[in-house]
């Protein structure tokens, strides 16, 4: 027979314990994000984007469209290119079938070998996106799978490799793989 469970208070149910320590994850990953994020990271996060995006590329995606590729490829699935015309028609291709981020993610997965190291510069990119455009990180849907997904040393240590060569974002962190 189960031990009946018990909580905290007469009305606090398992949901509202799990609710409030998501929520105090969420505060102190903010908290340190800010602090560990500033606009020099931004620029280094930028600056290795270019090492392996077109202008097109970074421009054109947003946060939101950078974290769904993003936790695909850290899942084990793959980015593919959606388009491959250039010019005004492939541009507009993109555009409408919204494959900026695919485009994006398998470029990023085919430069650095790695769906893993993709996926989280593709997340660390989202953040320096919101970043650079002054939004709370709580509506930062890449800052927000990196809290979902990673443990807060591990949310970190991607933050601060990715200001350096994004190759190294393959290894093991914390335990993942």
């Known amino acids: 027979m189960l031990a009946p469970t018990t909580f905290t208070t007469s009305s606090e149910s398992p949901w509202d314990v799990e609710r409030r ?3 105090t994850k969420v505060k102190q990953a903010i908290t340190r994000t800010l602090m560990e994020t500033p606009t020099a990271w931004q620029s280094e996060v930028f600056g290795q984007a270019a090492r392996y995006l077109s202008a097109e590329q970074i421009s054109n995606v947003e ?3 950078l974290e769904p590729v993003a936790r695909k490829l850290l899942r084990g699935g793959r980015a593919r290119r959606r388009s491959t015309r250039d010019g ?3 541009s507009l291709l993109r555009l409408f079938l919204g494959s900026w ?11 650095l070998g790695s769906d893993i190291a ?3 510069a593709l997340q660390a990119l989202g953040v320096a996106q919101c970043r650079r455009a002054g939004r ?3 509506d930062c849907t890449c800052h927000n799978s990196l809290v979902d997904m990673e443990s807060l040393s591990t949310i970190f240590q991607i933050l601060r490799l ?3 060569d994004w190759s190294v974002l393959v ?3 914390d335990g993942l793989s």
């Open 101 to 111: 981020a695919e485009d994006a993610g398998a470029t990023l997965t085919d430069a």
């Open 162 to 164: 990715a200001s350096g």
């Open 171 to 173: 290894l093991p962190i």
């Open 118 to 120: 993709a996926g989280r």
């Open 136 to 138: 709370d990180l709580r």
């Open 88 to 90: 005004f028609w492939g």
């Open 63 to 65: 946060c939101s469209h």
């Open 21 to 23: 320590a998501h929520e």
